[in-house]
T-cell receptor, first 112, second 115 residues
């Protein structure tokens, strides 16, 4: 079955520390991948997308993600966390049925 | 900046009542999605439209849910009768077309509470 798996439902880092949110996709999913961010009681906002142009994708707010086909991974990183980064993050992919499927999400907390 | 509009933002309804949500996608976007998001989980696709046609409603509980996109522009999602388990965030999104490289843009969502 086509799926997107996010490892860790909750990640907590100190302000200024590296942020790493993990995402793996099933190999049957076409490699069109996205990261979205969601603030409380808000919709989802696109952070970045991979569409095979480059394996390292830069997004908004200083986030970037690297596509690794051999590992079927698309992890999200940010070198230095800011308090405003606290939110829920979702990895998503286009399925072969041309619909977007989402992972279960990772809640990012930032410690002062 | 163009946005996906949804209304209402919040809705409280009693069990067995009917409820409806409205979505106006970004102008020119042919594809429209309705997702349901239960607290603490990722969004789950309920229905996908391409213009006015339904292309995927495999996860839509058709005994109580219905969706339409007349004229291929705005859309309405209806629940009748509502059940306690329907309490969730209902998200509408749109994209230019079904091209896989096209991301979806989301509205603010409607938070439904069934009491």
């Amino acid at each position: 079955a086509q799926s997107v798996t996010q490892l860790g439902s909750h990640v907590s880092v100190s302000e200024g520390a590296l942020v790493l949110l993990r995402c793996n996709y099933s190999s049957s999913v076409p490699p069109y991948l996205f990261w979205y961010v969601q603030y409380p009681n808000q919709g989802l906002q696109l952070l970045l997308k991979y569409t095979s142009a480059a394996t390292l994708v830069k997004g908004i707010n200083g986030f970037e993600a690297e596509f690794k086909k051999s590992e079927t991974s698309f992890h999200l990183t940010k070198p230095s966390a800011h308090m405003s980064d606290a939110a829920e993050y979702f990895c998503a992919a286009y399925s072969s049925a041309s619909k977007i499927i989402f992972g279960s999400g990772t809640r990012l907390s930032i410690r002062p | 900046e163009a946005e996906v509009a949804q209304s209402p933002r919040y809705k409280i309804t009693e069990k067995s009542q009917a409820v409806a949500f409205w979505c106006d996608p970004i102008s020119g976007h042919a594809t429209l999605y309705w997702y349901r998001q239960i607290l603490g989980q990722g969004p789950e696709l309920l229905v996908q439209f391409q213009d006015e046609s339904v292309v995927d409603d495999s996860q839509l509980p058709k005994d109580r849910f219905s969706a339409e996109r007349l004229k291929g522009v705005d859309s309405t999602l209806k629940i009748q009768p509502a059940e306690l388990g329907d309490s969730a965030m209902y998200l509408c999104a749109s994209s230019l077309d079904r091209d896989r490289a096209t991301e979806a843009f989301f509205g603010q969502g409607t938070r439904l509470t069934v009491v």
